[in-house]
């Protein structure tokens, strides 16, 4: 039987999840492959969707059924209203989100026909959610069961969500930005891929003057170093082959759906919003991670980041053995 998406129950604050991150204005373009450096060739289409992590994993939230407030911010641009709609569909609270004088961030993304893709982020306004913007919404930040980061807002921006948080903290450093060792040892779980999680590692066993071995350069040994260096839980994303958990002494492998990828833009998105929905819904990690990597699996069956989104009652994809 195939499952459908679970309704969450009612926060512990006004908001389940609050997202304090980048909101931007997808331009999507379709390719046969990938150009190599220095090449030029014809494209398919190109469609202008919302996009952004934090406007994604926000929308990913609050699709699920967890009441998603974001914080964060758009330009007075013509990129501002596409760059919103979704999060507007999606129901997120944005009352947090300030309109500021200048461009709304802008994504260019590449979509080869296999699904994979390369993207170029200018930040635009998302420069602006530093310290002070953040702290203008201390209270909703503090309210929230799960508040979730990740890294294209100024640092300053997340340590400060970092100190305001009193939930569960969920931190996707993507991209790797230079921040506070303390909001990386917050984290609970600490989200990354297999590139990122070797960066993070290393800066911490740098931090503490540690030698930023990881053994055998396994998947598990980076899950363990960071483990060993404080972090209170990761998720370790593996694309196609799911995700490992670390936390203590566990270690799991999470599987995921085998699916024919149309296109994985905001898919690690999808992940982070649907294990934030799960640990919201009172879920254990390993529980959220296993339901995150369904709904990212849905996500990659079709164009663009949030549209591909499940809502409440969609069937998901089951792994088989």
């Known amino acids: 039987m195939t499952a459908t998406t679970p309704a969450a129950p ?3 604050g006004p908001h389940a999840v609050v997202v304090v ?16 450096p220095g090449e030029t060739i014809l494209g398919e289409r190109m469609d202008v969707l919302p996009g952004g992590k934090g406007a994604n994993q926000a929308v990913a939230a609050a699709r699920l059924g967890s009441p998603t407030a974001l914080v964060g911010a758009v330009g007075d641009d013509a990129f501002a209203e596409p760059a919103l709609a979704g999060l507007r569909e999606a129901g997120v609270d944005l009352s947090a989100l300030a309109v500021r004088s200048g461009a709304t961030g802008v994504a260019l993304v590449a979509v080869a026909a296999d699904g994979e893709n390369s993207i170029v982020v200018i930040p635009g306004v998302n420069a602006t959610v530093d310290a002070d ?7 909703v930040v503090g309210a929230a069961a799960v508040v ?13 969500a970092a100190r ?13 930005i230079d921040v506070d060792a303390d909001v990386l040892l917050a984290a609970d779980p600490l989200v990354v891929n297999e ?11 740098a931090a503490d003057g540690a030698t930023p071995a990881t053994e055998d350069g396994s998947d598990e040994a980076v899950v363990t ?4 260096r404080g972090v209170r839980s990761v998720v370790m994303t593996l694309g196609a082959r799911g995700a490992l958990v670390g936390a203590g002494d566990l270690l799991e492998q999470v599987p995921t759906p085998c699916v024919d990828a149309v296109d994985t833009t905001g898919a690690g998105d999808a992940f982070v919003g649907a294990l934030a929905h799960g640990l919201a819904s009172g879920d254990d990690l390993v529980t959220a991670a296993r339901f995150a990597a369904r709904v990212g699996a849905y996500a990659v069956r079709s164009v663009g980041a949030q549209s591909s989104y499940p809502g409440l009652g969609d069937e ?6």
Request: charge should be negative.
């Open 148 to 160: 979730v980061l990740q890294g294209e807002i100024p640092r300053s921006g997340i340590e400060e």
């Open 316 to 321: 998901l994809p089951e792994v088989t053995a």
């Open 21 to 36: 991150g980048s909101t931007n204005a997808d331009l999507l373009a379709r390719v046969g492959v990938h150009p190599a």
């Open 133 to 139: 913007a953040v702290r203008a919404h201390r209270d």
């Open 10 to 12: 009612p926060p512990d």
């Open 225 to 228: 170093a960071l483990l060993a």
């Open 195 to 205: 590139h990122e999680a070797a960066l993070v590692a290393a800066a911490l066993g």
């Open 164 to 176: 305001a948080t009193r939930g569960r903290l969920i931190v996707n450093l993507a991209p790797v």
